[in-house]
């Protein structure tokens, strides 16, 4: 299992990315994928999960209107839209890979940090104001 996290660099507060996350040696159709955030000192931090097959979605409240999730499975890649940038929005973004979702569970429930067992080697992503 592999994933490439793209995307990132420096922008203006307000402004928009988008981040990308690739993944390979799996079918994510039935995965939970899951964008985390860190900054130095601060543990990892969810912002948001989505189920592989697109459907079924987390936000974490900080994000929350400002952030949207997607999937495409027939290339294997998430993404991250994320709008109306903030300083507080600097860190280095990792999108992780997740359990198989049983069906009666929703995204969130498996939107945990330790829920996760594969990562991407993490993408910056700097706001200046």
């Known amino acids: 299992v592999q994933l490439q996290a793209s995307g990132g660099g420096p922008v203006q507060a307000g402004g928009s990315v988008r981040l990308s996350c690739v993944g390979s040696?799996?079918?994510?159709?039935?995965?939970?994928i899951g964008w985390f955030r860190q900054v130095p000192g601060k543990e990892r931090e969810v912002v948001s999960c989505?189920?592989?097959?697109?459907?079924?979605?987390y936000y974490a409240d900080s994000v929350k209107g400002r952030v949207t999730i997607s999937a495409d499975s027939a290339k294997n890649t998430v993404y991250l839209q994320m709008n109306s940038l903030e300083v507080e929005d600097t860190a280095v973004y990792y999108c992780?890979?997740?359990?198989?979702?049983?069906?009666?569970?929703?995204?969130?429930?498996?939107?945990?940090?330790?829920?996760?067992?594969?990562w991407g080697q993490g993408t910056q992503v700097t706001v200046s104001s």
């Open positions: 992780a890979l997740g359990p198989v979702i049983v069906a009666s569970y929703s995204v969130r429930h498996y939107c945990r940090r330790d829920e996760f067992d594969y």
């Open positions: 989505i189920r592989g097959s697109g459907r079924n979605t």
């Open positions: 040696g799996f079918t994510s159709d039935g995965y939970v």
